[in-house]
């Protein structure tokens, strides 16, 4: 497949002017946008997701720099660099625009020939820009490093490695968005800067600027137990799995990180985490055949699955919740924002393991959380008493102590039988009284082996239903 031509939006108020640069760059290859009206810029480039915008200074109703403001502002454009055109050869106004974060320069009037080479100049720079190393950094040098990184407006992770362990801090469009907490890490080490490809790859995003004094708190996880806050990263992202593992890491979270579906799949079923961050564009299986066998599995299949892609169509976002996702985000949500989410998605489970208003232990609804996830939360907490599961006329008792299974019956089995039954069901009232489990019959496995083998039967229960 051929290559789609490069598309330069250009943001110009005088028509002649704005013709013949777009006829210029027609003649040189370039697809093109145009707009006569700055203040319909971001809307342009929302639209036509350029790889460069060309923009005039001296403009009516908006210039180039409040242009550039608003650009910078937008989470969905502030990705696109920026060209300034301009009459004026002040270097003073030279100065000011690298400041503000343009990527170049261009002077009034100009030739075809210094348009179509400044372009094509500044297009290869961007992509052959892989990012920035100081082998060995003090404060100086770290300064210096972030200064080139806000001037030429690039996005990506700057990482400083030295004794006192590595720090984090994630820039978009030369904006801090994510940095570590004072006194949090190294002073001085190795430092590097490496970019994200802003072809189809971005950064979630800072919260939108608020008047000082109101910025409002990231939400805290202290009330999630500890037991729940195993979670998996997918993407095959580096960069991006350290910047979201690096961000849940700091609310307390246990990441595991998959590059693919594969790997991804392997893991979920080795750690069974509680959660699932996983991105649409994988190699070989993408996201949404990820997520199918996610719901598929019957130890997997009720684990919280949440989309966070670069893509953000609504085509994608219906198509992600109806192959079964809790949620879809976009990669330009604001890190408060996604947090948010991920408490709510959580708190379900917290929710159900509530404790009733008698006091005496858990109540919820299996077609909620599923048998695997109730069994597993008695386990993770350790705790000791009986699990009732009701539907109808069936009724299966599990026994627990300290977070070991060691007794279960049910209407029709008994012992490890039992156990095997309630992972087969998908609808049911559960209740956890707290206490001595009592008498029973005894299971013979551990909780870890007792739930592999349920579930290995029940999918080769499965695998002869679909071949008979």
């Not at 979201?244 to 700091?250: C, G, H, M, P, R």
């Not at 996610?294 to 192959?323: A, C, N």
Request: proline share 6%.
């Amino acid at each position: 497949m051929e290559p789609r031509p490069r598309r330069i939006a250009v943001v110009e108020d005088d028509p002649e002017i704005r013709a013949l640069v777009e006829h210029i760059l027609k003649s040189g290859g370039y697809e093109t946008a145009s707009i006569g009206d700055p203040t319909r810029a971001v809307e342009l480039v929302r639209k036509h997701a350029p790889d460069l915008v060309l923009c005039d200074i001296a403009m009516p109703l908006m210039d180039g720099y409040a242009v550039l403001r608003a650009l910078q502002a937008d989470p969905t454009t502030a990705r696109y660099p920026v060209v300034f055109m301009t009459a004026s050869r002040e270097f003073s106004e030279r100065v000011r625009a690298f400041r503000y974060g343009v990527v170049d320069y261009l002077t009034k009037p100009f030739t075809a020939e210094m348009l179509l080479r400044k372009v094509e100049r500044v297009l290869k720079s961007l992509v052959g820009r892989a990012g920035l190393v100081e082998t060995v950094a003090d404060g100086a040098a770290l300064r210096r490093l972030l200064d080139d990184v806000k001037k030429e407006s690039r996005t990506g992770v700057l990482t400083l490695e030295g004794q006192g362990g590595r720090t984090t801090t994630v820039i978009r469009a030369g904006e801090v968005v994510h940095t570590p907490p004072a006194g949090g890490g190294p002073s001085e080490g190795h430092v590097a800067f490496q970019e994200l490809d802003a072809a189809y790859e971005d950064i979630v995003a800072h919260d939108p600027p608020r008047l000082p004094g109101t910025s409002l708190p990231l939400p805290i996880f202290d009330s999630l137990p500890d037991a729940v806050r195993d979670v998996l990263v997918v993407d095959d992202n580096p960069l991006f799995r350290r910047f979201l593992k690096d961000v849940l890491s700091l609310q307390g979270f246990r990441v595991e990180e998959a590059a693919n579906a594969e790997d991804a799949l392997h893991s979920a079923r080795e750690r069974r985490p509680w959660l699932i961050v996983t991105d649409i564009r994988l190699p070989g299986a993408d996201g949404f055949e990820f997520c199918r066998r996610v719901r598929s599995h019957r130890l997997l299949r009720q684990t919280p699955l949440i989309f966070l892609s670069g893509w953000d169509d609504y085509k994608e976002r219906y198509q992600g919740m109806e192959v079964g996702a809790d949620d879809f985000l976009s990669k330009q949500t604001p890190v408060r924002e996604l947090l948010i989410r991920i408490q709510l998605i959580l708190r379900r489970y917290v929710d159900l393991g509530a404790r009733d208003r008698r006091g005496s232990g858990m109540v919820g609804q299996i077609q909620v959380i599923g048998p695997p996830a109730i069994l597993q939360m008695c386990n993770h907490n350790r705790l000791t008493g009986v699990l009732s599961v009701q539907e109808g006329s069936q009724r299966i008792s599990i026994g627990f102590r300290d977070g070991e299974i060691v007794q279960a019956d049910s209407t029709s089995a008994a012992g490890d039988a039992a156990v095997y039954d309630l992972l087969s069901w998908d609808r049911g009232a559960f209740e956890f009284a707290p206490g001595e489990p009592g008498e029973g019959t005894p299971v013979d496995g551990t909780f870890e082996l007792l739930l592999l083998e349920g579930c290995r039967r029940l999918d080769e229960v499965s695998r002869e239903a679909e071949a008979g």
